[in-house]
């Protein structure tokens, strides 16, 4: 007696699954902006080549190694901030903050995340990071030099004086960045 089992369905489905799991590995592969998971503790579980390169490593068990918690941000406070909303809201989108290269160099970083949990029920984080240093640095920049401009021209003494600005437009906006929250 000989049973025989048609197993093309099955092999068919191998094939399909591997050809998507090949897609998704090249898309995380070889997408332009940053993409990780980490731990609350600050773990790096995974990450793309894109981030791993922005923060100067060699490879991902470089940085593997790393916690973010202590030795990610300029600033720990803006870790705890970015957890505290993540865990709060369940996402974060454009969170702006400061981090530390492998060189200890600091890069400016816009990042958006999500939180989930594994099947243990620990909680991690997935995000994109975009590397916005020449941006920033340009604002910075631009902000200096408003500065100086209406600092020497009295507007920050005089507020009335801005009735009588040349270019109401331009110098409207320009005043905003120097003053988000008003004059």
């Not at 090249?26 to 990780?36: I, K, P, Q, R, S």
């Not at 923060?55 to 593997?64: D, I, T």
């Not at 009588?164 to 906006?173: A, I, Q, R, V």
């Amino acid at each position: 007696i000989a049973i025989k089992q048609d197993i093309t369905l099955r092999k068919n489905m191998e094939k399909d699954l591997f050809e998507s799991e090949k897609r998704f590995r090249g898309l995380f592969e070889n997408a332009t902006l940053g993409l990780y998971r980490t731990t609350e503790s600050g773990k790096v579980l995974m990450m793309n080549n894109a981030l791993f390169k922005m923060l100067g490593y060699n490879s991902f068990e470089e940085m593997h190694n790393a916690d973010l918690n202590s030795n990610g941000y300029v600033n720990p406070k803006r870790r705890k901030e970015f957890i505290q909303n993540v865990k709060s809201n369940g996402i974060i989108i454009g969170f702006e903050s400061e981090w530390l290269k492998k060189n200890g160099s600091k890069i400016y970083i816009s990042e958006s995340a999500r939180k989930d949990f594994d099947e243990n029920g620990n909680l991690f984080f997935e995000g994109t990071v975009e590397d916005i240093t020449k941006r920033k640095l340009a604002e910075l920049e631009l902000q200096q030099k408003i500065w100086k401009r209406y600092s020497t021209n009295s507007i920050v003494q005089n507020p009335t004086s801005i009735l009588k600005l040349k270019e109401p437009d331009l110098d409207y906006h320009l005043l905003m960045i120097l003053f988000p929250r008003g004059m």
